[in-house]
C-alpha cells in the first residue's frame, strides 16, 4: 500500500509564497515523472509543473518564473514552491507520480491553497 501525502497548503495575500509537499508512504520503483496539478473553482483540472527521473522539469505558463518543482529522493519526497502568488492560483492542489507498473499512477487527496487578501 502506498499513499501520497500533501501538505503545505493555506491563505495567503497576492504576492506571497507557500511551499506544497507531497511525500510517498514508502520508495516507489519505476517513476516515469511526477508533478503537480490544481483545480480552480468552476475550471478542470490543469497539469501545473512536472519533474522528470532525470530531472528535467516543466511549467504551465501561467506559473512560469514563479513555481519551482524539485524533490529529495532520501525524503520520498516532492515539492512546488510558489512565490509571486496570484488569486488565480486559488485551488486544490494534487501531487502525482506515473509509474511504469501497475498501478500506473498514484494521486494524493489535494490541499487547498487560497491566495486573497
Known amino acids: 500500500q502506498v499513499q501520497l501525502v500533501e501538505s503545505g497548503g493555506g491563505l495567503v495575500q497576492p504576492g506571497g509564497s507557500l511551499r506544497l509537499s507531497c511525500t510517498a508512504s514508502r520508495n516507489i520503483f519505476s517513476i516515469i515523472s511526477k508533478g503537480w496539478y490544481r483545480q480552480a473553482p468552476g475550471k478542470e483540472r490543469e497539469l501545473v509543473a512536472t519533474i522528470s527521473s532525470a530531472g528535467r522539469t516543466n511549467y504551465a505558463d501561467s506559473v512560469k518564473g514563479r513555481f519551482t518543482i524539485s524533490r529529495d529522493s532520501a525524503k520520498n519526497t516532492m515539492y512546488l514552491q510558489m512565490n509571486s502568488l496570484k488569486p488565480e492560483d486559488t485551488g486544490v492542489y494534487y501531487c502525482?507520480?506515473?509509474?511504469?507498473?501497475?498501478?500506473?499512477?498514484?494521486w494524493g487527496q489535494g490541499t487547498q491553497v487560497t491566495v486573497s487578501s
Open positions: 502525482n507520480y506515473k509509474t511504469w507498473t501497475t498501478p500506473s499512477a498514484y
